[in-house]
């Protein structure tokens, strides 16, 4: 079992890749800063690391790898996977050699019920059943709990959007007999992924350091992304000379790699695509560890819903765009704000080019995902742009996305 090629869902040529576009103004995902630090009182808000036993592992992806095998799923096996996806759901699945069967979503991002009950009667060796609580908004989880009870399956609850949140009186990732986290998603760190069960044992998991390197680079990597976004300024100019001691290292480092040995730090959300399985047994850095322990979740929770009902505010009406979502109920703790748009390439391309850190999760489908499979999927892989809502946006900065999103979708070249 290698290194999984594909190559089949890298964008069409027509579409610019990222490189085209400026670097986005505002910090995409929460950015260190001293205000990272800051407590708010009264009690956390719930959260996956409350769920049960935790494993902190380099990325989401490799704690889904690992799920799998808690599960003993493996060749010959099919595991239900949503058919609205980003390729690091599924990579993993294939890696473990199970063949990924796509269902249905809802318009609402919600599991389509028929059709996992249908597909889970017509099909022989379902395993188990892979659920994503979209954008932070948790999912039907006690019929889907449920559900897999009455077959034997397994659920394995992804929480990647969805680090923070309740539902029915239980934090999420409490209802999967297994739960991963994606943890760059919601704090200011370069690596970093949990896998979390309620329900079974992971002393089998065992991880090592994955070395004073990769230690040292996720440290300098965190420090440097809050300075490229004029944070932390006392702390950049006592460590001008570091930086460029590091910057020079790595340089070192890398020309007598050749590129060949493995790399210094996993496939990640921010490092786009690609499931290495060599970091399947390396344990998340001391500085994400320390980071998940000693940054607000009570803040953090309280400033993304604010965050969130101020673009929901600012953008309802927009002409040619709606929210995916119409309310934010309690206990939702929201990754990004997710807007339904008629024009999407049109925005996307403009936003981008105003330097606005625009998302697209679910862009790129895995091969033979089509509308025949869920037009609501492909729908919303097209048409939604997500915006971020973290902890760690100024006033200033949120004002400001509001503007050009405005601007475009008002009166934007078409
Ligand atoms: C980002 C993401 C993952 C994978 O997490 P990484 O930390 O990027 O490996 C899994 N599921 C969903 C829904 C995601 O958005």
Not at 106 to 121: E, F, Q, S, W
Not at 141 to 149: G, I, Q, V, W
């Amino acid at each position: 079992m290698g290194k999984i090629s594909i190559s089949d869902v890298k964008p069409p040529a027509a579409v610019p890749s990222p490189a085209d576009y400026p670097r986005s103004r505002v910090p995409v995902a929460p950015a260190l800063s001293l205000a990272s630090f800051l407590r708010a009182g009264g009690p956390p808000a719930p959260s996956i690391l409350d769920a049960g036993q935790v494993r902190f592992v380099t990325s989401g992806r490799v704690a889904i790898a690992l799920a799998l095998r808690e599960m003993g799923v493996g060749p010959g096996d099919v595991v239900l996977v949503p058919s609205y996806h980003c390729a690091s759901m599924i990579e993993p699945v294939v890696w473990a050699g199970a063949t990924p069967l796509f269902y249905r979503i809802r318009p609402d991002t919600t599991v389509d019920l028929d059709d996992i009950a249908a597909k889970a009667a017509a099909t022989p060796h379902v395993k188990a059943l892979m659920a994503t609580n979209y954008y932070g908004f948790h999912q039907p989880l006690p019929a889907l709990r449920a559900f897999c009870d009455e077959r034997g399956l397994y659920l394995l609850e992804d929480c990647a959007h969805s680090f923070l949140g309740e539902h029915a009186g239980k934090p999420l990732g409490s209802y999967g007999d297994y739960a991963i986290a994606s943890s760059m998603k919601f704090f200011p760190v370069y690596e970093g992924g949990c896998l979390v069960s309620a329900r079974h044992r992971l002393d089998g998991v065992a991880l090592q350091s994955a070395g004073a390197g990769f230690e040292t680079k996720v440290l300098l990597n965190s420090i440097e992304n809050g300075f490229d976004y004029g944070r932390l300024p006392l702390l950049r100019a006592l460590l001008a000379l570091p930086m460029a001691a590091k910057n020079a290292l790595w340089g070192v480092i890398k020309a007598h790699r050749h590129g060949a040995a493995p790399a210094l730090a996993p496939g990640s959300s921010d490092g786009g695509f690609g499931f290495d399985p060599a970091w399947l047994t390396k344990r998340s850095s001391l500085y994400s560890r320390l980071m998940l322990r000693v940054v607000s979740r009570r803040r953090m929770g309280e400033l993304r819903r604010r965050n969130w009902r101020r673009l929901y505010d600012a953008l309802a009406a927009l002409p040619g765009c709606r929210p995916l979502f119409a309310t934010l109920p309690d206990g939702v703790y929201p990754w990004v704000f997710p807007l339904l748009c008629d024009e999407p390439h049109v925005l996307f391309r403009q936003l981008k080019q105003a330097g606005v850190p625009v998302i697209r999760f679910g862009e790129y489908l895995w091969p033979g995902v089509d509308a025949t499979v869920c037009e609501h999927s492909v729908d919303l892989s097209r048409r939604v742009l997500q915006f971020p809502c973290h902890q760690e946006l100024r006033d200033g900065e949120i004002d400001w996305m509001i503007a050009q999103v405005r601007a475009s979708a008002n009166g934007g070249v078409r």
